[in-house]
């Protein structure tokens, strides 16, 4: 459970909007008292072209060094920037979405804090590739964070729904993060105009909230949950609209087909990260196994 955050994977291009990335990093490891371990992936440079010529393999073996060697110089540097220090450095070499998940299992990440934008063309419009894959494949929930959204704390959070029994884990999530940040919780249900009458939708609002209001009041936590119906063309588009009117400042969504199955990676959650300007804490598809 979200509780458990010890170790945060801070993968990192040292671009812009990975130093952005790294604001929240910060923001979550101070929260759980956790750990980032921060990762940079050199692009792996094909041996096989140069296995066989001595002199060229010489030549990328002293261009890897210098890159690693700036890397290292990089990480310094943001410590010293921001204040902190990370438990671990990684440099690795290879495909840059790969490394993150395995670099994940191997450091035992409970989180994994990345932007969601690639370099290519295709990447700037859709969410990028790296993100993609790593959403898709990741052993952890991951944060993806927005260019410049700066985090200025998380006090209201967004938790789309659909209803589905594999949701409980996703509310749970959501009820963690709430704890620890002080953050009121709101179920948002998006009413497509082929979707159900809104009787049916109170209905299971009401089934599905029950136990985290008892919750909150034996727990004393002073959390607040409430639900709210929207109505849109598609669900990405209402959840984009409703979390920017009401200025949320996370949204928590499971990545995974369910439920009325509208809401799985390829489409709303996809298009949610890609369109929103607001970090999405998403968790991959065997989370609703």
Known sequence: MAGLIKNILWP????????????????????????????????????AFYADSPV????????MAEITQKAQAQF??????????????????GSTAKKIVETAEK?????IVMGKKGQSRLEKVLIGSVANHVLRHSPVPVLITQKGKRPAGIKKIL???????????????????????????????????????????????ETALARFKK???????????????????????GIDEYSRE???????MATCARGLGRFFLGSTTEKVISHTGLPVFALPPHYCR
Request: aromatic content about 10%; overall charge negative.
């Open 159 to 205: 938790v789309p729904t659909d209803f589905a029994k594999e949701e409980d884990v996703e509310r749970e999530f959501a009820w963690d993060l709430a704890q620890r940040f002080g953050a009121s919780l709101t179920f948002l249900y998006v009413l497509e105009l082929y979707g159900h009458e809104y009787r049916m939708v109170d209905h299971m609002f």
């Open 76 to 93: 310094k540097a943001m410590e010293t920037k921001r204040g902190l220090t990370f438990k671990k450095a990684v440099i690795a070499e």
């Open 12 to 47: 990192t291009d040292f671009s812009a909007e990975g130093q952005e990335a790294l604001l929240y990093a910060g923001l979550f490891a101070q929260t759980f008292s956790a750990g980032i371990t921060a990762l940079h992936v050199i692009p792996d440079l094909a041996p």
């Open 246 to 252: 009401r200025g949320f400042d996370l949204i928590v």
């Open 56 to 63: 060229i393999a010489q030549e990328l073996s002293g261009r």
């Open 107 to 111: 450091e035992k990440a409970d989180l």
């Open 215 to 237: 919750r909150a009041h034996q727990a004393r936590t002073g959390i607040t949950v409430s639900k709210d119906v929207t109505r849109a063309v598609t669900a990405a588009a």
